[in-house]
C-alpha cells in the first residue's frame, strides 16, 4: 500500500537567505499545492557541499511525520547531464539532484526504491538550465505532497550516485582528522565518528593548535572556563572542536578543509 502523503515538504538548500532563490522555491511548490506545509530545515548549507547536505538530510528526515516529502538541492552540477530522482525511503519521499544528496540515506542500509524524474508535464515552463529547484524540483515535491505515485514521474534507478564519508587517516600512535564544516556557532565539526573512536577518545589524548590544546574529551559545551577550547561528541555522532561561549572557527584560526592531529601517546590505533 502506497504511502499517504502528510502535506509537508522540507527544504535543505545552500541558496542562502538573500535573493530570491528560498522564496521563489516555496512559490513553486505552493502554486502546485497551495496548503502544502514548507519546513525549512537549512537554507545554509555551505556552497555546494554535497556531503554536508547528505549529512543534514540523514540526521533530520525521520522526525518528521511518514509521508513526509524532503526537497534537498545542492546542485553544482544544474543544467548538466546529471539526473533527477525522486527516492522512497521508510516511508518518506524524497527529491533531488542525483549527485550525492542521498549517500546518506544509501549508507543507513534498508529498502530504498528510486526513479528518475524526466515527465516533463511535472515541470514549469520554460524550464530554467540554471535553477531546476525552481523548475523541477519544487513542483515535483508539491505534486508527491499531494499524493502522486512516483512511478508517473519515470523510470526505475539502481546505482545512484553515491559519495563515501571521508575516513580519518590513522598513523601510529596519532589520528588525522579532517574539518568537514562549521555550524552557525562556529563549533568545527570533524570526520571522527562517535561509532568508531568514541571508546577510543576515553583514553588519554591531546589535541595542540597555536596556543591551545585539549587533553579530554567533554560531554556538554558548557564545561571548562568560558573562551577555553573542548572536544565533544555532538548529537549528529561526529566529533566537534569547540569553545565555551566562543567561536571555535574564529578563535582557533581554523576552517573546514583543515586537518587536526589527535595524539594518543604510543599506542597504534
Given at each position: 500500500?502506497?504511502?499517504?502523503?502528510?502535506?509537508?515538504?522540507?527544504?535543505?538548500?545552500?541558496?542562502?537567505?538573500?535573493?530570491?532563490?528560498?522564496?521563489?522555491?516555496?512559490?513553486?511548490?505552493?502554486?502546485?499545492?497551495?496548503?502544502?506545509?514548507?519546513?525549512?530545515?537549512?537554507?545554509?548549507?555551505?556552497?555546494?557541499?554535497?556531503?554536508?547536505?547528505?549529512?543534514?538530510?540523514?540526521?533530520?528526515?525521520?522526525?518528521?511525520?511518514?509521508?513526509?516529502?524532503?526537497?534537498?538541492?545542492?546542485?553544482?552540477?544544474?543544467?548538466?547531464?546529471?539526473?533527477?530522482?525522486?527516492?522512497?525511503?521508510?516511508?518518506?519521499?524524497?527529491?533531488?539532484?542525483?549527485?550525492?544528496?542521498?549517500?546518506g540515506l544509501l549508507s543507513a542500509g534498508g529498502e530504498i526504491r528510486a526513479r528518475e524524474?524526466?515527465?516533463?508535464?511535472?515541470?514549469?515552463?520554460?524550464?530554467?538550465?540554471?535553477?531546476?529547484?525552481?523548475?523541477?524540483?519544487?513542483?515535483?515535491?508539491?505534486?508527491?505532497?499531494?499524493?502522486?505515485?512516483?512511478?508517473?514521474?519515470?523510470?526505475?534507478?539502481?546505482?545512484?550516485?553515491?559519495?563515501?564519508?571521508?575516513?580519518?587517516?590513522?598513523?601510529?600512535?596519532?589520528?588525522?582528522?579532517?574539518?568537514?564544516?562549521?555550524?552557525?556557532?562556529?563549533?568545527?565539526?570533524?570526520?571522527?565518528?562517535?561509532?568508531?573512536?568514541?571508546?577510543?577518545?576515553?583514553?588519554?589524548?591531546?589535541?595542540?593548535?597555536?596556543?591551545?590544546?585539549?587533553?579530554?574529551?567533554?560531554?556538554?559545551?558548557?564545561?571548562?572556563?568560558?573562551?577555553?577550547?573542548?572536544?565533544?561528541?555532538?548529537?549528529?555522532?561526529?566529533?566537534?572542536?569547540?569553545?565555551?561561549?566562543?567561536?571555535?572557527?574564529?578563535?582557533?584560526?581554523?576552517?573546514?578543509?583543515?586537518?587536526?592531529?589527535?595524539?594518543?601517546?604510543?599506542?597504534?590505533?
Amino acid at each position: 500500500m502506497r504511502q499517504k502523503p502528510s502535506g509537508i515538504v522540507t527544504l535543505i538548500t545552500d541558496f542562502g537567505l538573500s535573493g530570491e532563490y528560498v522564496g521563489a522555491l516555496k512559490g513553486a511548490i505552493l502554486r502546485v499545492n497551495p496548503r502544502c506545509q514548507i519546513v525549512d530545515i537549512t537554507h545554509q548549507i555551505d556552497p555546494q557541499n554535497i556531503l554536508q547536505a547528505s549529512f543534514v538530510l540523514q540526521k533530520c528526515y525521520s522526525y518528521y511525520p511518514p509521508g513526509t516529502v524532503h526537497g534537498v538541492v545542492v546542485d553544482p552540477g544544474v543544467g548538466t547531464r546529471r539526473r533527477a530522482a525522486v527516492v522512497e525511503k521508510d516511508k518518506y519521499f524524497f527529491v533531488g539532484p542525483d549527485n550525492g544528496v542521498f549517500s546518506g540515506l544509501l549508507s543507513a542500509g534498508g529498502e530504498i526504491r528510486a526513479r528518475e524524474i524526466i515527465r516533463k508535464e511535472y515541470f514549469f515552463t520554460p524550464l530554467s538550465d540554471t535553477f531546476h529547484g525552481r523548475d523541477v524540483f519544487a513542483p515535483v515535491a508539491g505534486h508527491l505532497s499531494l499524493g502522486l505515485d512516483p512511478a508517473k514521474l519515470g523510470p526505475g534507478v539502481k546505482n545512484l550516485v553515491r559519495i563515501d564519508f571521508p575516513d580519518p587517516r590513522r598513523g601510529k600512535g596519532h589520528l588525522v582528522a579532517r574539518i568537514l564544516w562549521a555550524d552557525s556557532f562556529g563549533n568545527l565539526i570533524t570526520n571522527v565518528t562517535r561509532d568508531e573512536y568514541g571508546r577510543k577518545l576515553e583514553s588519554p589524548f591531546q589535541i595542540r593548535g597555536k596556543g591551545w590544546i585539549i587533553d579530554r574529551l567533554s560531554r556538554t559545551y558548557g564545561e571548562g572556563k568560558p573562551g577555553q577550547p573542548l572536544a565533544l561528541f555532538g548529537s549528529g555522532g561526529l566529533l566537534e572542536i569547540s569553545v565555551n561561549l566562543g567561536n571555535a572557527r574564529k578563535t582557533l584560526e581554523l576552517d573546514p578543509g583543515n586537518s587536526i592531529t589527535i595524539q594518543f601517546g604510543r599506542e597504534k590505533i
